[in-house]
């Protein structure tokens, strides 16, 4: 079982940054996992952002932010980071970390996660 503590978010002004983090402490072979972000904007699908393969650090992208985010770890805490920039308002969504055991897939779609955290909100104002 694998619980996923979210924080960051909240709200930020056009052009700003953000930097949400998830924690995967409670997973023992905390190596083996997956973790990937996804956000889902009001009357939107889920998409996903980025994602990290704990074991060898290999991070996958989407093109949903275009190289505005940048996902990292740091193994000492458990902890997965997602660091926005050049925020705009299309950008302004419920945030989720999640999780599965073993290698990332190159496409990141949300049916390939088991674990997930509860959420963050990010607004972007103009």
């Known amino acids: 079982q694998v619980q996923l503590v979210q924080s960051g978010g909240g709200s930020v002004q056009a052009g700003g940054s953000l930097r949400l983090s998830c924690d995967a402490s409670t997973y023992l072979a905390y190596s083996m996992l997956c973790v990937g972000w996804f956000r889902q904007a009001p009357g939107k699908e889920r998409e996903g952002v980025a994602a990290i393969y704990i074991g060898s650090g290999d991070t996958y992208y989407t093109d949903s932010m275009k190289g505005r985010a940048t996902i990292s770890q740091d193994n000492a805490k458990n902890t997965v980071y997602l660091q926005m920039n050049s925020l705009n308002p299309e950008d302004t969504a419920m945030y989720y970390c999640?999780?599965?055991?073993?290698?990332?897939?190159?496409?990141?779609?949300?049916?390939?996660?088991?674990?997930w955290g509860r959420g963050t909100q990010v607004t972007v104002s103009s």
């Open positions: 999640a999780a599965h055991a073993g290698r990332c897939y190159s496409l990141i779609k949300e049916n390939q996660y088991n674990y």
